[in-house]
């Protein structure tokens, strides 16, 4: 009986929060080791279909990263990188473009299908959906004198073209979308999956992006567990890449956190995917977890 | 931590309830002690607007007994009962609805309101929904003859049209229903709400009937609690109360029942409305409670 | 034959009347001897279904003075009066809303429902509509100065909500209201029915606001029949209450004009209730009645 | 005053009526005196705006033979007659069409126009309203034997297409149609009116057709005044035809009757077109008058 | 084979023209050859059922000259002609809307409907579609000083209301429309069709006005072919009137065609009309002829 | 000139099949030389985009053996095949899917969204569209005794879900559709795309299944060109396979188009992937080509 009574303190916790994002779309980030760990995969699963079944509009960008780089060992493809980016020649972002339309996209629709909601499965190149331009990588010789390098098939985002997900959206279904863009002459380009969902979001005008990340978020000195930044504005997010509080591989993220907000999304959390049903933790109870980014 | 999976647990568990019950009617007979004392009102409150936030259609049917009798006393009315029926006269009948309507019904309304889903209040005066004629009371003579004798202003319900109630519930609304009847001079009938609960379940197809009641449900030993029936079919149910184990004021609970499933609805439960969140429990965990009551 | 063109005259007559409010809003205050006089009030409710019929959207807002000091003196519950309001405490206001609410109210959608039409009874608790905040009665000292009083439930519209208006409107229904506001902690308060009327008539955007009075309108010399006024600028009406030609009970029903016109009603009416079908003959005919104000 | 309230009690009169026949559709056959006297088409005018601002959905369908006749004359051109019905070469009926299409119809839908509601002429051609064969006259020689005889473009109808009807009354405007049928070839059919509206009325399942004549209705002895009937089944029509009660000019009326109630009609009214304002009278009075055709 | 690749190649040719113009309003002005020889005829109407079947929206506005005065010969009128208008007196306006409505306007809806597509015929009195002022004509005395001439019945646009064609165009008819306006009192102008062509164009905001002529389009030496105009923006249109290289009978078309892009049609065609099959060839292949007028 | 007046007709020629077909919807199974030749690629894909802009509704269904073989190859895996199917392992039918979800799906997107219409491409996992059970291979021994054996995940349709079918021909877009089935496990199946394409027509009571082939059709005969047959009905096609004149590869296709007639749709073509424009030429020209298989 008590554990009954909690139980239904839980669903009444719930309310405002359900009340608050009835009909708002969210745009979830999905990669990492939620995507790796296969029962942390199902979790994130049952919480995108409760958030559907709850009365949001819940849209899934994906990566694919380590999918990509053993099927390219399979057919026996090496890989150069330049700071931190595959150099990609055509066959390799055929390669990509199969691995995650072919493959890491069928199986996310797969699941959630299982679960009774509706997923239908998008690339760049579905109803034009992403329009994307050659991304140059930069590099630094000895000297430190900065240069841009062409590194093949490695895009960004030109535009985003809505109205397939509106639609989609509209008629009650869940949109899976690999990171593929497609440039002006039709060829492929593989993009960073965290601006993919940015630029998704903004175009959307999303209530919130979940950035699903294998960190518990921001922290002000990573070493000391008490700095942890629970909220950061857009300009203390400026201030903080300047004077090198956020470096490495967390400036990406926090641009593209960045970016989303300035094109139109509400709210942007960057949430610990190793953390089980983060999501739903994070948007329908009191334990919000994670750093979340304002204007 | 541990204690937020459990939340997230909890939220998991109602996903295929919520999926099973999106966009289906639910009518809740509200009576009883669930609708005087002042924290279980709260909570029945949270758990209407719940069902309403998840994608229900939850209508309201609500008694009113303590609250005439009070009145009545208030204007020095004495009643006289027959067979458990208060003889109604015209007096009776205009102030039983003044407070069913004006008061018992308007705070619940209002109730509802405050928590941020939209309420609206009728009588079955109200754009036509309930039509009444006029409900005799049964009599026995010391020989045992049954007569039936005229009690005034009771009625029983002759009709059902639904339009308000689907114009309200297909714009977002929640109707609170006070059991008024009209007759077909216009005047006035008070009418059981277990039964118009019943009659409006069956008319709008409800998927489901809840009555609150002040007991666990039904016992084939009341004496005895591990006789306990969570599951009575329509045949099994008229048996019982030809062979007597459904017996007293039972006996008139599960007729509205009977009725309400020959006339279209799906399941009816009886369940105890002195349990807090009974009825989030009953319809989002697997904890259901109570006796159902099915075809 | 002759009694036929006459009837043929009189309903081609109707027909630019019928044109031009066709599909439009018209709200009434019903009250005084319409509201008392039996017969009267068969012809308010013959008008408001005709209305109706040919295609216009009436919407009543009563009031309920004398049904109200009644049922007190029932309970045996003596009211003081300040200013003319009634000191309103919170038994007072609970009764008030009873007999609105539950017994007024009620009277006039049956009465209506009895015609054919579809009426549906609202408090300004239902779904938001009346947002109520204290009014304080304004007395003066021996001295002449002036102080506020509290006199408790008595209230003034804080804000109108007209999604449930425009709900049943829309759909066909015509919305009876009773002048109960709620406030911003759930209370109820009793409100002026001249006041809310010209408010719910305001934020409708009405073409017209009819206000019944037992008067045949406004007289610059009340004793003098010929210093009639037909039609009152929002100017003129001002002036005139500065200059004392408007005064008495006369002031807060003119101020309700002036302040409806302003929020967005076309045009008010002041026209005599005791005129058998004094709404029809306002609106459909040439004979125009009372006194108009006008931008 | 007096005079206020029998305008008021004319007008709730109507009120019923108004009731029954709204959003209804009533097709009226225009021909006759009320045609040709000046006073009585302004009359006619005014009814079926009436009936277009109280709800109804008025269709107009006009015969025209004295325009024909007289601009036969102009061009020179003599008609023979068989059995009553025009001798129609190709150059007749081409100017039967530009006089019916050109000049009595425009003339109607200008007239109605100048009313403030939205008339559109058609003829059988627009969008294929009506489709028509070929009818053929039928003559005896003096042994009373029967032959038919082919009089050229007089048609019938075939079949109706009420697709551009419906979607003129759905978008609120009033057809006129002129009684111009389209053979397989292509080629135009001058129709009888009577049997145009009759069809019309039928194929688009109306609640009454008005069939506007020069008489008061049918006698059972045209010179017994007191023989009027005002109510006529099809089966007595039809006995009535058969025993010669019915004869000459108002057996093809009947028939056109009694071929629109068995394709779908509710009601037909013969009415005297001559009296001032016969259709509101007929429509929306108790003082009905004329003879009806029922089932 | 080689033919079926030519068939193919020509279809495939049309695809983006079909795609610019899919949902778009195409006005037609039809007069001249392309409405006397029955052959050109034929074609015009294939073609206008063409451009409605791949999604265009036709509409056409047609003229009548040569009918109406053969038609004033059959009755024996003469009439006079100032500065090349026709004097109109009330009879010769009278026949000239029975010629143009009942006779040109029927043939065209006729021809239309046989090949399947559904046109209705509509004059300018339809739901008040073109409202007219009259046009003086203007003379010159002997010492060349410029008057205005009264000529009766000959009009000018005054106002377009495009609500029954936009009723029409989205229910998939083609509305083909007679030049006649009705004045303030009812009465009707004939009016020159290049001209309401042009205002309905350009209310309608039109994609294109076609006018279709008996010449190859405009020159800037009509002597010498290879000085032959493409395309004219409104600025060189009107320094050509004033420099006089467009001269005589062109002044009034192009004078249309800048009304009409000055009103809001987004560009207007010259095309010859004696050229079999030139809608399509100018709307649907590369080999685009006659002159186009722009902005 | 005359080139033009050729043009002309060609278009002319295609009215009365653009009118037949006009909001019909179109399935195509593409495959063989008409996916491999680049030339012949371009020109299906401005066949069905010229389908789509004159009303058509187009549907794609893709195979694509020859990649899959090829990727195989690539990652250095062997193929065994039994009665003509491969034997597909887990691995293998991940590659296969890779490759026409990812691959070969996404290159058709994108070719028909380079010009202007909007493709969404497909597999059966997106919104359940396929939901597939496993197909056993049929072998004989020496004997000839006929046994059936597992070969892994090679599947047939078990069930077709249109929903996202319609929710993407409502809104104007072509599926595109990868032949991928989903067994109850949610087990991938490689399923033959010629009875993909069959049972979606039959599923969305297609007006036409296109199959192209490399092959003129069906021949009596196949050494006697004279003995091409033009229509095959159901009962033929059966007799014809009964009694071998159908034989060998050309069966299993026969097989398709009976199956698909037979579960709704209206004609199966066969034509000649490897002709230009086959598709364009078949639906839109008089110069039909291939079988037509009908009831």
């Known amino acids: 009986m008590e554990h009954a009574e909690k139980k239904a303190g839980t669903l009444i916790e719930a309310l405002p929060y359900i009340q608050e994002f009835y009909g708002k779309t969210i745009v979830i980030k999905y990669g990492g080791n939620a995507m790796i760990n296969e029962e942390l995969k199902q979790k994130v699963m049952e919480d995108v279909s409760l958030l559907k079944y709850v009365g949001m509009r819940p849209v899934i960008v994906h990566g694919g990263g380590p999918d990509i780089t053993q099927f390219l060992k399979k ?19 055929e390669i990509a473009e199969m691995v995650l339309d072919g493959k890491v996209n069928s199986d996310i629709v797969n699941m959630l299908n299982c679960r009774g909601v509706k997923a239908v499965g998008l690339s760049g190149k579905d109803a034009g959906l992403i329009r994307a331009s050659k991304k140059l990588a930069t590099v630094y010789d000895e000297a430190g004198k900065q ?4 590194i093949g098939y490695v895009g960004q985002v030109a535009a985003i073209d809505t109205s ?10 869940i949109p899976v979308i690999a990171p593929i863009g497609v440039g002006d002459d039709g060829e492929s380009y593989n993009i960073n999956a965290d601006y993919v969902a940015a630029e998704i979001a903004g175009a959307l005008k999303a209530e919130k992006l979940l950035l699903l990340t294998d960190t518990e978020g921001v922290y002000k000195d990573f070493e000391d567990k008490d700095t942890f930044i629970s909220t950061l504005t857009v300009a203390e997010a400026k201030d903080y890449i300047k004077t090198g509080i956020i470096y ?14 300035e094109s139109g999304t509400n709210k942007v959390h960057i949430i610990d995917g190793r953390q089980p049903h983060s999501i739903i933790l994070e948007l329908l109870t009191s334990s919000g977890i994670g750093t979340q980014v304002i204007k």
Chains 1, 2, 3, 4, 5, 6 share one sequence.
Not at 78 to 92: C, I, K, N
Not at 147 to 150: G, L, P, T
């Open 248 to 261: 490495g591989g967390m400036i990406p993220k926090i641009e593209a956190c960045l970016k989303s907000i």
């Open 164 to 173: 397939i997900l509106d639609t989609l959206l509209d008629n009650g279904y």
């Open 147 to 150: 240069a841009n390098v062409d």
């Open 75 to 93: 057919v026996g493809k090496q890989s150069a990188f330049v700071s931190g980016l595959r150099v990609t020649d055509e066959e390799t972002v």
